[in-house]
């Protein structure tokens, strides 16, 4: 049997137990509940709350192993000395909750898929949305498909409907009033207004951001990631991308770098707009002769 185990309400380990008969679910609790009530016991000076999981089934321990594996550090207890150590940094629940949500953002997504697959409850999932990024976990979702939408629309021949189907919606009627609510236009009218768009790239929030990085420093960091070349260009305390993968800015001012951030196009350069509760970063290459 394989019991998740949770420290602080983070992903912490697992406790293995094998026994040569079958029990019941009855007695499998029971195991789960001495589990919980021993370790706390044995921590209980210091200040952690450990939870033990109901056991998995194979399908549900290969998941959940595989999120452990990426996620979380080493946790020990030597009940017969009382010694025990943390992990030094756990990883939070919200960032599990990004980078899951990043991985499958083309599926269809709510509270309790994304939930069930970091091991946490919808309710306190959707708290953790509103007081970590003060926006409601829907919405956040939701503005990170219709970014995916308009990079689609402007990049691809796909049709509103395949488009809506390969975003997790189950009706193109729906994703269209979505898409509208946040980008002020429908699909096909969208795709009409950009066809001078040469280059595009969106960038979802990451666990890497920051509160204190910029727009200009989260889309560096991107960058840097996919080795694709960047440029800069200082004046006084403003900084701006003027090429990026070698697509440079014009002098004319026709052709050049745009960036918007959650589907709305900020006033300011990039070094100067915070990317604290922003979901999603969008650059796009204006051609006017393309």
């Not at 008969?21 to 009530?37: A, D, F, G």
């Not at 706390?40 to 200040?47: M, P, R, T």
């Not at 189950?170 to 040469?198: D, L």
């Amino acid at each position: 049997m394989f019991f998740p185990l949770i420290i602080d309400n983070a992903i912490s380990g697992t406790i293995v137990i094998s026994f040569d008969e079958i029990l019941s679910k009855e007695q499998t609790n029971l195991i789960r509940l001495i589990l919980e009530n021993t370790s706390n016991e044995i921590v209980k000076n210091s200040n952690h709350k450990i939870q033990i999981l109901s056991s998995l089934s194979m399908d549900e321990t290969k998941n959940y192993l595989s999120i452990l594996k990426k996620y979380s550090s080493f946790t020990s207890f030597n009940g017969k000395n009382n010694n025990y150590k943390f992990p030094a940094k756990s990883i939070t629940n919200i960032e599990k909750a990004l980078s899951y949500i990043n991985s499958n953002i083309t599926k269809p997504l709510n509270l309790d898929v994304v939930s069930k697959a970091i091991y946490i409850s919808p309710t306190y999932l959707s708290r953790l949305f509103k007081s970590d990024l003060n926006i409601n976990f829907i919405d956040y979702v939701n503005i990170l498909k219709m970014n995916l939408a308009q990079e689609k629309l402007i990049s691809t021949k796909v049709s509103i409907i395949d488009l809506a189907n390969d975003l997790g919606f189950a009706q193109a009627s729906y994703f269209t009033k979505i898409f509208k609510r946040w980008t002020g236009t429908t699909p096909s009218e969208y795709r009409q207004k950009n066809t001078n768009v040469k280059q595009i790239y969106t960038i979802f929030r990451t666990p890497n951001w920051t509160n204190s990085m910029s727009v200009l420093d989260a889309t560096k960091q991107y960058l840097s990631n996919y080795d694709l070349p960047v440029k800069t260009r200082k004046i006084d305390s403003n900084e701006y991308i003027y090429s990026i993968d070698n697509l440079e800015n014009k002098d004319n001012h026709n052709n050049g770098w745009i960036y918007t951030v959650d589907c709305s196009q900020p006033a300011n350069l990039s070094n100067k707009v915070s990317v604290c509760n922003k979901s999603v970063i969008q650059w796009m290459y204006i051609n006017s002769s393309f």
